[in-house]
């Protein structure tokens, strides 16, 4: 897969950004982050940094196909996402992160020109952020037909009423809206109930419950909130494509997000190797440096194994998708999620128990490090959703009518 | 192992006690805790259930062989202590948690009587609470003979020097003594350098640094410290059993906390295996209920046949140390904890991702009881170290000059 | 669990033996074995030391409760097993090696006069050996609902069609009854369709098809047999128990042969641990000896640790089934199956990367004993169906109508 | 990975021939197989085929660079070796089998104009086959400096004295000659000590000890041996190369051998994973066809993702050989050793357990593919040096003293 020369470019001026300001700057976030005077601020150094960004033209990269973004592929892009993922802030400093890409492809691509104008453009100039709200407490919505939030047409509105949680970003002082799923058609073929509207933060009966924590975690500054839509009512025209089209929204957005969450793992993963093997040749134990020790270095290489392996699969499919399309790509899609859990936590896992006592806690970042890859797992559908669909594909070859006969 | 009459009936009472008072009050107590002025407080239903469980005679349950203790052996005290281990904080409603077991233990076994009065009186009363201070950042403590800390002889006196950090209950507001250990003799051999001290925590040049988190827990009340203790001036009287002894010291403690923590993680375990039953027996995806499926099914035979394996191996090696001694059954102490850690951590990953998103947060507890599991490998040896033990242990049997020949 | 003193008497004869008549003798055994005129042959020092076991009075040890055996309980014979299970050809000295020993335990507990005095005294006398026929290659026989061999009533026979396979015994010189499974009444209710018969190798219509391998082992002198019954004519005083009681019959020779086959899997393990330490102490690479690697240390402790929490469990389900009976037992009988053969795999591939290319022939026995811990995977029900039941047990416990509520 | 249309075009004259030779004679061949005179013979059809794909172009394609070889870059020809992988003999009839290969690439090399002429022109005719003799019975081989046959000059000669053992082709009958490593110059630093050199199997001296079996395979026709060097002599000119170059020239061959071995393993994997479907879509338990259930679907998706994840890294690690060469590649051509065999014994456990007891007999070749992979596990280093290899190069980032700080 050779990179045309543009994605060279922006990633040698990515990497030189990040030396530049990104890692030196990472100490700098934390603090002002702690000492903001809320809990879920802004810190000043992240506003700076995207100007920055903006201004050297590393800005909004992910976007492909697009009059407003770089016009890369999956395949160009996905490098540039792993190094994003070196720091957990990074890919906001280049207005790429999560949800508020796939919130901007979903309008890039199916909004109306008033939605793009009122919420689109100052996404894309990162002026805001964005929620997308669809897990529910209530049901087991790795089956997302299990949603139950209602989507009621009244007159030239819709109503909304329902529960959702661990919404990303809601808590965030620049999110101005929200990308809502819910069931317009109850009565509808199971994939054609679900529709997704536009909803304004501040509209009537929308009351943020609480902010949750993963494994202590609040997550700042974006936050995950579990939010009541109690008779919410919105124009009509916050509608997206259309009654009952919520699923196929969700199948354009999905490809392109699993790549970047994949890749930005990968990031996150070679710096947690790296950080153990600094850590493990600073170490002594029983008169032997850790990193001499042949338990040790069968850890670092079946990590060093694990994370080439997974990078390779996900730039695959990044390639694949680019050329055959998403849904001919659709099992390596659920395979790059699972395998990009499964090496996150592993090595994660491995720069915990390098650090020690020192990996629990946050002096090293290693603390959320691990918190966030068990986050991941349960976010964009658990394994067991996605080996339901690599199997039931795989399975399929043989149990079609028209399947060749054993070979 | 048959239970002694008196063993049973105090299991007995203490299954009611938890029935009529601990379970519930669970949600009483974190709501307490959470609305204390304080980060670290003391929730009030906490005394008063002890007071209840002094009053039912289910106090101190865990000291063998003394005057002030049940008179329990290892092999009767190890069921209640998982019985305790079902809800995180009841083992303090009957004065019998860590790290305040291990210091009575100590105290009760080498203290002098001036010692006793004003230390280990207190804590058996349930008055005050303590600390263990041993690990250090800068080193590997795995390897104790890394430790740094400098405890000086002067006069009447031993000044302290060094950084301590991970000392559990540093922030509870009733402790009020510490134990220390560090260096009295640097020239002596690797294994009689070491001494512990009694320090009382106003004592000056004592800085609690901060408070430090098991990924993002505070681990309320009891609190997790970084302390610096900076030319701190003791008696020379606080010193404990003799100088260079500290290794001996902890020796004789090891085992029966061993015991504790590996029967209390079984409890939990055994908790966290009864929510992901009902909880999958309450979901549905896809047409089926999750509890039929089974690669669910699957995962809850493995976690109930490691549970119960566990429990077997834990019972036998406090039967072992009832009868043939801590020294002869050091190899299965040190197998108790690797294997607890690996169940425990197992069982949690198994409860969360039952729980999907509910799982990561803590309103089942598992969000908290995930990470304790982590806190816990690295507590009281990394399984490195006690598998590095095992193995030589093993290994000894044929590399003596009188080992039997090969059969 | 004390052992009596009679247990203890007979486990100190065995130990003796063993070390006298056992050990000794393997490498001749195995020679004669591969020397035989015949592929299936009877080596001639095993009745050389049946007689002298016999004469020892180490003879039946594993048959309880009844007037042939040793009067031991399940928990007393299973340390012997353990011992014995450390040679491959040790149970059958004493007469105690499978599926002998369940097929004298269903004549003993179910047989009439006549199939006693005819089978089981042989049996006991060790003049003869015997099959069970059960397994079928057409069908998931994990499943025992799908047997689909016919046993059909015609005057004073029985008739019996089907094809059998993995039938141990079928090819030993000596085996001269069979077991054999199969649907008397295909349409009663799915668990009374079955019945057990006996059946005489000799009687026409049995054709054995072949023997067949496990991996590349023919499990001489033993072997594995495919066989056809067609048309095969038996007096109806061949069946045992009654019509439809095939399942009641093989419920109860279930629990013992469990216990059996997990405690000679045990004293198997403690076989190749000692194997592997040997090795590692007496190889070098790369400048160290393989046992000081902290590599080899952690899978040396982690065996040891898996051993002995097996065996723990296994001790604990015998003593079950002696105090509150199979039933009560049902899931622990099933746990140890599943835990058995994972740490049965598990130790058996430690020993084999141990000894590189040495382990994976036979010249430490290791080529045949990896083997065998995959055979035994399959035999006797697989991991899943096993599992399934401990599973469904699990749940019953909160799915009950009288299920108390969550704690 | 562009493939040329050379390389297209072979790839389709190679499916072509597996589907019209290859797999409709697969039963043909062990049927000749078995019914040789010998146990080690040469299956009439194996001719036949030879001849036929020598006929198709499809031969020697394994050879770059050469005048003799298809020209095809190490990435062209991973994906021809894959299919080849997908039954254990074809890769002999197109002359593309190891140890032949590695033998013929070191000829094709090293060798001179008179070693070229006498045994590389006859293999590259697949006239005669080869052996490479390098593990030795009494040292930990995985390190090679442990070597110890020696080769003392001698005159015009030289004098080879040791024993070998796991000689692949040792017992083909059409081999002709060996590569032996041994020791020329034990006192030269230690990677200078060990040369090549050529010897004929009928040399005096030449002892083949037995066939090994691997779990009781003898691994037909070309077995493995263990072969007595005892005062062989052969002329000074069948050196290779020079004296000392001994691992000089395995280096060479490593990486080529290497991604054959890798993609033959993901062939193998290919064909067990279709074989698991289709059995697991024939039978039912428990009232379910098994391909239903979620468990059988988790296993069949993690196959499905490693295999893809291993074949991503395997052809990207033969893109690296081909553009940055094998040193620069070389943590990435031991990290494939160390995936395959992992992948590899995965994927054939699962094909076993999906076919339950048929799986452990040949009736579906899953005996001795899983055998197989053991043995390819220890064959070509095991992954204990592999990965040592691979931590190594990885701590060297860190380590060396112009190693960037930390980011």
């Known amino acids: 897969m050779e990179r045309s020369s ?3 470019e922006i990633m040698d001026a990515l990497n030189a950004f990040m030396d530049e300001h990104i890692y030196p700057n990472e100490a700098l976030y934390e603090q002002q ?9 802004v810190p000043p150094i992240m506003e700076e940094l995207k100007a920055r960004a903006r201004e050297a033209g590393l ?23 792993e190094v994003m993922g070196r720091v957990q802030f990074a890919s906001e400093v280049f207005n790429c992160s999560a949800p508020d890409t796939g919130n901007m492809e979903v309008l890039d691509r199916y909004g109306t020109p008033e939605q793009k104008a009122r919420w689109l453009q100052p996404l894309l100039d990162g002026k805001i952020r964005s929620s997308f709200c669809m897990t529910e407490p209530e049901v087991a919505s790795s089956d997302a037909t299990n949603i139950t939030t209602s989507i009621d ?18 808590y965030h002082p620049n999110t101005k809206i929200y990308i809502v799923m819910g069931k317009t058609n109850p009565d509808a073929p199971r994939h054609r109930q679900q529709s997704q509207i536009l909803v304004e933060p501040d509209t009537p009966g929308i009351s ?29 025209s916050n509608l997206i494509l259309g009654e009952g089209r919520g699923f196929e929204i969700s199948q ?4 392109p997000g699993r790549i970047h969450h994949c890749m930005r793992i990968i990031g996150q993963c070679e ?8 850590r493990l040749l600073s170490r002594t134990a029983f008169g032997e440096v850790l990193a001499d020790q042949s338990l040790w270095q069968d850890r670092i290489a079946n990590a060093r194994t694990d994370i080439n392996m997974l990078r390779q699969l996900v730039e695959h499919t990044a390639h694949l998708m680019d050329t055959v399309g998403n849904k001919q790509a659709r099992s390596e899609i659920s395979q ?3 395998a990009a859990v499964r090496v996150g936590r592993s090595v994660a896992d491995l720069a915990v128990q390098a650090h020690g006592a020192a990996g629990l806690c946050n002096d090293f970042g290693l603390g959320y490090a691990f918190t966030r890859m068990n986050m991941i797992r349960m976010g964009d559908g658990p394994e067991e959703v996605h080996n339901r669909t690599i199997a039931r594909l795989e399975l399929k070859k043989y149990s079609d009518p028209g399947a060749s006969s054993a070979k």
């Open 6 to 8: 543009k994605a060279g």
């Open 33 to 41: 982050l702690a000492q903001g005077a809320d809990r879920f601020n």
């Open 59 to 81: 800005w909004n990269l992910f976007l492909p196909h697009s009059e407003y973004g770089a016009g890369l592929t999956n395949a160009e892009y996905a490098p540039l996402a």
């Open 153 to 170: 047409r009244d007159g030239d509105h819709y109503v909304i009423n329902g529960r959702k949680w661990w919404i990303t970003n809601a």
């Open 208 to 236: 943020l419950i609480r902010p949750l924590t993963a494994f202590g975690f609040y997550d700042e500054p974006k936050g995950q909130a579990e939010i009541v839509f109690d008779n919410v009512r919105v124009p009509a």
């Open 252 to 255: 354009g957005r999905l490809g």
């Open 271 to 278: 710096r947690m190797l790296e950080q153990t093997c600094r």
């Open 336 to 338: 790059i999620k699972v």
